[in-house]
Structure formats: C-alpha cells, structure tokens
C-alpha cells in the first residue's frame, strides 16, 4: 500500500508516476476538498505523465433529459445539496483542464444496491434514480474504461443492466 495526499499535486505525482490511469473515489464533506482535489490530480497527474482519470460522481450532478441537474430539481433532498455542489464544484474544473488529461466522471445513474450481487454488466444512460447499480458492477464499469475507454471528457451515468 502506498500512502498519498489526493489534495497535494507532488504526492499525486510521485504515487501516479508509471501508471496508466487513475481512480478518484475520494470524498469529504469539507466544502473546498473536491476543488483540492481536482486541482492536484490535473496538476500531479499531467506531471506524471499520466493521461486517463476516472472520477466516481454523484447522480445528483448528472444532467436529465430535459438538461436540469438532479440536484436542481424540486423535491431534491437540501441535507445533501451542499455536498453535490461542493463535489460537482470539483467535477467541473475538468473541463478547463489540458486536453491530454483523458478524463471520465462515472456515476450510478440513480444509487447503490448495497445489498445486491453483482452480474459484471452495466450500461451507460441519463439519470433515473430509481435505477440501482452494484458496487461490484460499477467497479467492472470503471475498469473498462481504463482498460478500453468509451467515455470521454464526460460526465456519465452508470446503471445495472
């Protein structure tokens, strides 16, 4: 195991150096931690020389068919707003980061089935939040688009299939 700082660009740098692709799945509930981290993952991945990032997301911050965001619709629980926002805070400074940074937010298109088996499948689609996705299911999603990315420079939704 190898202990880092996501939120520091230099230990970013030194733990991505050789690798292939990265994995954000870190969270906290301080307001500035995923603009932090976003900045050092931009920053230490690009001086690693590490092109591909995968970021797990929120279904709050997909966008519906109609182009509202989830969490900016009525009825959206406000106990969780201040964290959606603080996380897509940090999710939407990708789109100003360097073009060599091949970056994909996965998130489950509505939530976890936490006690669920996981079959390997998922397919990609617009938020439902009555939609339910395995730990395991998306974790298989995440190693697919390292291994044989489909989804670029986006934000997309994941969902058992």
Same mark, same amino acid.
């Given at each position: 195991? /190898?202990? *880092?700082?996501?939120?520091?660009?230099?230990?970013?740098?030194?733990?991505?150096?050789?690798?292939?692709?990265?994995?954000?799945?870190?969270?906290?509930?301080?307001?500035?931690?995923?603009?932090?981290?976003?900045?050092?993952?931009?920053?230490?991945?690009?001086?690693?020389?590490?092109?591909? $990032?995968?970021?797990?997301? $929120?279904?709050?911050?997909? =966008?519906?068919?109609?182009?509202?965001?989830?969490?900016?619709?009525?009825?959206?629980?406000?106990?969780? $707003?201040?964290?959606?926002? =603080?996380?897509?805070?940090?999710?939407?400074?990708?789109?100003?980061?360097?073009? /060599?940074? #091949?970056?994909?937010?996965? =998130?489950?298109?509505? #939530?976890?089935?936490?006690?669920?088996? *996981?079959?390997?499948?998922?397919?990609?689609?617009?938020?439902? $939040?009555?939609?339910?996705?395995?730990?395991?299911?998306?974790? /298989?999603? /995440?190693?697919?688009?390292?291994?044989?990315?489909?989804?670029?420079?986006?934000?997309?939704?994941?969902?058992?299939?």
């Amino acid at each position: 195991m /190898v202990l *880092g700082d996501v939120i520091d660009s230099r230990s970013v740098s030194h733990i991505a150096a050789g690798h292939d692709a990265a994995v954000h799945a870190a969270a906290e509930m301080t307001p500035t931690f995923f603009r932090s981290a976003t900045s050092a993952l931009i920053d230490g991945l690009g001086n690693a020389g590490v092109s591909r $990032l995968i970021v797990l997301g $929120l279904a709050a911050n997909l =966008s519906a068919g109609d182009g509202t965001i989830v969490r900016d619709a009525p009825g959206f629980p406000d106990q969780f $707003l201040d964290f959606a926002r =603080s996380h897509a805070a940090g999710t939407d400074q990708l789109d100003h980061a360097p073009e /060599v940074l #091949d970056w994909a937010v996965l =998130s489950p298109s509505g #939530d976890f089935d936490h006690d669920g088996t *996981g079959s390997g499948r998922y397919r990609f689609g617009a938020p439902d $939040l009555a939609d339910r996705i395995t730990y395991g299911d998306l974790a /298989v999603a /995440v190693i697919d688009q390292i291994d044989r990315p489909t989804i670029h420079r986006k934000y997309q939704g994941v969902a058992a299939n």
